[in-house]
């Protein structure tokens, strides 16, 4: 683990930053690397000599509205590129979660640290993840080179590759300097639709048939009736929701069908546009599991057999994406959870509690990324451990 007392850089430019790596090469010294410090305990680094903070990199370099295009260094709060998008009428198309509360992190979250970790909230099944719309970058690898890829526009295939490797490498290849987004009009309105008591089993079926009507969903998810009843909800049964945003008539349009199709179901009730951003914010952030006890668990499945992992693993469960993304809190061990999670075809990672944060690999699949992480940072200078490796 890192020292307490280890210095910490701040660099202010990018051949700031690529000095320092180049320097920690070269003596042999190891780097942590820190946007705003909300995920460090996930994958904690183990052996860094030194903090590289990117706290006084935060700046937007270009925006054009109407181009749809964000250009930011990787500090860039992301409370206030949210803001500044919104006055705009746009938005961030991945619905980039926070955590800091349910991580019980200190510091505020950044576009970098966003991208770094591909994190999106439930828009993904309408819009796509972080990496679908990280477009271009500027980054310092552990070689200590200045290397940039893609660009402003979305054709850029060579560029867009080399973005979605970075995004979700925590990290552990490169040193974002400077990103570029793309951003997407924010919808006019928007309605959720809420049925009550079904079982996990039953509410994959529900949402599975939004999913699958010609209705464009943007959020879909369960909360079983011991997840519903802790705040901020206060529910006494469980809740089953589903999104739909855009233009007015359409969305009442679309909203009637699913009304009818789901019948099957129970009966459906309506949140307005005000009460349905306030409970979407609620499952982007996974408040019903804040401050719980027990390991908490990121996981990702088949949407068709989430509801099998509360089944088969038991616990408090949250479930987003329709099934296919799973946050849960349970006591079972670690290898008892991977082991489920694998069988069901998908893969966990723990955000909070003692263990293995990431799923260890073995067999081409490690030899590959080991191949990966040797051409990009071959003296492991970049967040030594953080993914389990090396």
Same mark, same amino acid.
């Given at each position: %683990? ?5 210095? %910490? ?40 000599? $030194? ?21 930011? &260094? ?13 006055? /705009?009428?746009? %938005? ?5 979660? =926070? @955590? ?32 679908? =719309? ?17 660009? #402003? ?19 552990? @290849? ?11 009009? $924010? ?7 809420? %049925? ?24 879909? !998810?369960?909360?079983? $009736? ?22 007015? +008539?359409? *969305? ?22 005000? =009460? ?11 408040? !019903?599991? &804040?401050?719980? !006890?027990?390991? @908490?668990? #990121?996981?990702?499945?088949?949407? +068709? ?11 408090? +469960? ?7 993304? *799973?946050?849960? /809190? ?9 082991? *489920?999670? #694998?069988?069901?075809?998908?893969? !966990? ?24 992480? $040797? ?16």
């Amino acid at each position: %683990m890192l020292d307490v007392a280890a210095p %910490m850089e701040k660099p202010k430019t990018a051949g700031e930053v690529a000095q320092i790596v180049a320097d920690a090469g070269s003596a042999g010294r190891k780097l942590e690397i820190v946007g705003g410090g909300t995920k460090r305990g996930i994958g904690a680094v183990r052996g860094a000599d $030194a903090v590289l903070s990117l706290v006084s990199l935060a700046k937007v370099i270009d925006y054009a509205p109407e181009e749809l295009v964000l250009t930011a &260094q990787p500090g860039v709060k992301l409370a206030a590129l949210e803001k500044l998008v919104a006055a /705009q009428g746009q %938005m961030l198309p991945f619905e980039p979660p =926070h @955590l800091a509360k349910l991580l019980g992190a200190g510091g505020q979250p950044t576009l970098g640290g966003a991208l770094a970790a591909n994190l999106s909230g439930p828009r993904r099944i309408r819009t796509g993840a972080a990496r679908d =719309h990280f477009l271009g970058l500027q980054a310092v690898t552990g070689r200590g080179e200045l290397v940039r890829a893609g660009g #402003r526009v979305v054709k850029n295939v060579t560029g867009y590759d080399l973005s979605k490797l970075i995004a979700g490498s925590w990290g552990t @290849l490169a040193v974002l300097t400077e990103v570029t987004i793309k951003v997407l009009p $924010a919808p006019r309105t928007e309605v959720t639709l809420l %049925m009550f008591g079904l079982d996990d089993r039953r509410a994959g079926e529900a949402m599975t048939a939004a999913l699958r009507a010609p209705a464009e969903v943007s959020g879909t !998810a369960h909360l079983p $009736a011991a997840t519903a009843s802790r705040p901020p909800l206060g529910g006494e049964m469980a809740v089953t929701a589903i999104r739909l945003e855009g233009f007015e +008539a359409s *969305v009442a349009a679309r909203g009637d069908g699913l009304v009818t199709l789901l019948g099957r179901f129970g009966r459906v009730e309506l949140l307005d546009a005000g =009460h349905s951003r306030e409970f979407w914010a609620h499952i982007r952030e996974v408040e !019903a599991l &804040q401050g719980g !006890a027990g390991r @908490l668990w #990121r996981i990702s499945v088949p949407p +068709a057999d989430g509801w099998r992992v509360g089944e088969q693993l038991g616990g408090e +469960a949250l479930y987003d994406w329709g099934g296919g993304l *799973v946050w849960l /809190q349970s006591e079972a061990d670690p290898a008892q959870v991977r082991g *489920v999670v #694998r069988a069901l075809g998908g893969h !966990a990672t723990l955000y909070r509690g003692e263990g293995p944060a990431f799923e260890p690999l073995s067999g081409p699949l490690a030899t590959l990324t080991a191949r990966v992480k $040797a051409a990009f940072d071959p003296l492991g200078v970049l967040n030594p451990g953080r993914l389990g490796q090396g």
